[in-house]
């Protein structure tokens, strides 16, 4: 019986689904197998099953898989034993990426944004120098709520389309003086793309980088990306520069791609593969200390 399951979601697999089972002595016998969409197995660490004799078998699975994906088929296989009693083991989340807060680094604290920060983050986010290179427009304290809203709920990556949004928080400064973000892209293709948006009055001090390369280890050490990518206005030289000292490389520049603002816009792209993320840590490139 194959069925595509949503985590947290109920599988009954009722009496008339086991007319080929070989009933068995002792205790009632569940055997899961998962298998993602490129055919690669899933392995299961735990899942609950329960017996009853008027409704069959009813599993509530909750799993822990490697590699992680979203979405997973499910094959049960079973041969149970009618018993009086249900059974049930602990279960935990089926999760890609949920990362325990805050996240250290020699200089900062990485955390999700929460409404306390709203005077912070609009302090930057209403500057022109920050939007001149992003689609929005400075913003005002009555336009921002909302847009708070959205990146204090961008605390995990369950599936595709999710993503991460952490303040970025020096410890010598104590208040949030910037974001980096990280996207999931395609879970079928295993592409996220990063961002970062830093304070003016604290740029040139490494806080961007020291926060990007903990996003990356996130995405490539959590996530198992195959790629990320970094995309940015033409115009935005500074961004750039830092893109390449993360070690990606600009594979793409798009002349006048984009009508933004009132003006033609140019786009460049950047990516970096696994293996040569990989490759960067094995030469000796800081990693970003990450702890906890």
């Given at each position: 019986m194959n069925t595509e399951v949503d985590e947290h979601r109920d599988v009954r697999l009722d009496a008339d689904d086991r007319s080929e089972a070989e009933p068995i002595m002792g205790d009632p016998v569940v055997q899961l197998e998962m298998f993602d969409r490129s055919g690669d197995r899933c392995h299961i660490e735990r899942a609950t099953w329960q017996w009853t004799p008027d409704h069959g078998v009813d599993l509530f699975i909750a799993f822990s898989i490697r590699p992680r994906a979203a979405s997973c088929r499910r094959k049960a296989r079973y041969w149970p034993q009618i018993v009086e009693t249900?059974?049930?083991?602990t279960t935990y989340d089926a999760v890609m990426l949920r990362?325990?807060?805050?996240?250290?680094?020699?200089?900062?604290?990485?955390?999700?944004v929460v409404a306390a920060d709203f005077d912070d983050l609009l302090a930057y986010y209403s500057q022109p120098e920050v939007a001149r290179f992003l689609y929005n427009e400075p913003y005002t304290a009555a336009d921002f709520t909302e847009v708070l809203e959205r990146k204090a709920a961008r605390t995990a990556i369950d599936s595709e389309g999710d993503g991460l949004v952490l303040a970025i928080v020096p410890r010598d400064v104590g208040r949030v003086v910037g974001d980096v973000s990280l996207a999931f892209l395609s879970e079928a293709h295993k592409v996220a793309e990063l961002g970062f948006v830093v304070s003016p009055e604290f740029q040139g001090r490494g806080y961007a980088r020291e926060a990007a390369e903990?996003?990356?280890?996130?995405?490539?050490?959590?996530?198992?990306?195959?790629?990320?990518i970094g995309r940015l206005d033409g115009r935005n030289t500074a961004s750039a520069f830092l893109l390449e000292r993360l070690g990606m490389h600009r594979e793409a520049h798009f002349v006048e791609n984009e009508w933004v603002k009132g003006q033609w816009t140019d786009e460049l792209d950047y990516a970096i593969l696994r293996v040569e993320w990989k490759r960067r840590q094995l030469d000796g490139v800081p990693k970003g200390d990450v702890d906890g």
């Amino acid at each position: 019986m194959n069925t595509e399951v949503d985590e947290h979601r109920d599988v009954r697999l009722d009496a008339d689904d086991r007319s080929e089972a070989e009933p068995i002595m002792g205790d009632p016998v569940v055997q899961l197998e998962m298998f993602d969409r490129s055919g690669d197995r899933c392995h299961i660490e735990r899942a609950t099953w329960q017996w009853t004799p008027d409704h069959g078998v009813d599993l509530f699975i909750a799993f822990s898989i490697r590699p992680r994906a979203a979405s997973c088929r499910r094959k049960a296989r079973y041969w149970p034993q009618i018993v009086e009693t249900a059974a049930a083991f602990t279960t935990y989340d089926a999760v890609m990426l949920r990362p325990a807060y805050p996240i250290e680094t020699p200089r900062l604290l990485l955390r999700p944004v929460v409404a306390a920060d709203f005077d912070d983050l609009l302090a930057y986010y209403s500057q022109p120098e920050v939007a001149r290179f992003l689609y929005n427009e400075p913003y005002t304290a009555a336009d921002f709520t909302e847009v708070l809203e959205r990146k204090a709920a961008r605390t995990a990556i369950d599936s595709e389309g999710d993503g991460l949004v952490l303040a970025i928080v020096p410890r010598d400064v104590g208040r949030v003086v910037g974001d980096v973000s990280l996207a999931f892209l395609s879970e079928a293709h295993k592409v996220a793309e990063l961002g970062f948006v830093v304070s003016p009055e604290f740029q040139g001090r490494g806080y961007a980088r020291e926060a990007a390369e903990v996003v990356m280890r996130l995405g490539f050490e959590g996530l198992e990306l195959h790629r990320l990518i970094g995309r940015l206005d033409g115009r935005n030289t500074a961004s750039a520069f830092l893109l390449e000292r993360l070690g990606m490389h600009r594979e793409a520049h798009f002349v006048e791609n984009e009508w933004v603002k009132g003006q033609w816009t140019d786009e460049l792209d950047y990516a970096i593969l696994r293996v040569e993320w990989k490759r960067r840590q094995l030469d000796g490139v800081p990693k970003g200390d990450v702890d906890g």
